[in-house]
């Protein structure tokens, strides 16, 4: 019971600091914060904070690796009992889209015009490891023929990233289904291109 606990409370300061950490950003940016004024919002200590993380960077790290986490779970679950290629590859997609629509002022201000360079290379790391287990999938064993899988991957990995960026921060309001279903329809054929 007692190990139970602390988990929760390991978990509670986490969430804080996370939470501290998004609301800060959309506020100041990424650079400009520091770990005092994380800690200062969360109401918690230094050594709280440094028990948990090692940087600010380590706690941005921590709460991608979160979503990623998530995204991967859709993803799997799709390629294992989906049997119609179009509705199996990116199941993640469409699950992003709605994260990032739920959390709009926050995806703004990480990937938007005044991000910083540290959100933005963790988070198209993150596109870049999803959609590579899709390109695996799908490709073929031993053909050396098409292109090579790196190659597709880091093509639609950067076409979502932009088509991300697009939609988080510009001006046309696509719905979560349209928007999943833009770049489905852009990157489906990429993959295919593929499997020949």
Same mark, same amino acid.
């Given at each position: 019971?007692?190990?139970?606990?602390?988990?929760?409370?390991?978990?509670?300061?986490?969430?804080?600091?996370?939470?501290?950490?998004?609301?800060?950003?959309?506020?100041?940016?990424?650079?400009?914060?520091?770990?005092?004024?994380?800690?200062?919002?969360?109401?918690?200590?230094?050594?709280?904070?440094?028990?948990?993380?090692?940087?600010?960077?380590d706690l941005l790290r921590s709460g991608i690796e979160?979503?990623?986490?998530?995204?991967?779970?859709?993803?799997?679950?799709?390629?294992?009992?989906?049997?119609?290629?179009?509705?199996?590859?990116?199941?993640?997609?469409?699950?992003?889209?709605?994260?990032?629509?739920?959390?709009?002022?926050?995806?703004?201000?990480?990937?938007?015009?005044?991000?910083?360079?540290?959100?933005?290379?963790?988070?198209?790391?993150?596109?870049?490891?999803?959609?590579?287990?899709?390109?695996? &999938?799908? &490709?073929?064993?031993?053909?050396?023929?098409? &292109?090579?899988?790196?190659t597709i991957t880091q093509y639609i990995a950067g076409?979502?990233?932009?088509?991300?960026?697009?939609?988080?921060?510009?001006?046309?309001?696509?719905?979560?289904?349209?928007?999943? &279903?833009?770049?489905?329809?852009?990157?489906?054929?990429?993959?295919?291109?593929?499997?020949?």
């Amino acid at each position: 019971m007692a190990a139970q606990a602390i988990d929760r409370r390991i978990q509670r300061t986490q969430e804080l600091l996370k939470t501290a950490l998004m609301s800060l950003i959309q506020e100041k940016g990424f650079e400009a914060l520091s770990v005092q004024d994380i800690i200062d919002r969360a109401n918690v200590g230094r050594a709280t904070f440094y028990a948990h993380f090692d940087n600010k960077e380590d706690l941005l790290r921590s709460g991608i690796e979160g979503l990623r986490q998530s995204l991967r779970e859709c993803q799997r679950k799709a390629l294992s009992q989906t049997p119609r290629t179009e509705e199996r590859v990116f199941a993640f997609s469409r699950e992003m889209f709605t994260h990032a629509n739920e959390h709009r002022d926050v995806f703004r201000a990480m990937l938007g015009k005044r991000s910083g360079s540290v959100i933005q290379q963790l988070f198209h790391r993150m596109l870049i490891d999803l959609v590579r287990e899709e390109v695996k &999938a799908l &490709a073929p064993r031993g053909d050396t023929s098409s &292109a090579p899988t790196e190659t597709i991957t880091q093509y639609i990995a950067g076409g979502l990233f932009g088509v991300v960026i697009w939609w988080v921060d510009g001006r046309m309001r696509l719905s979560v289904e349209d928007v999943d &279903a833009l770049f489905r329809r852009l990157a489906i054929p990429a993959l295919k291109a593929t499997a020949r």
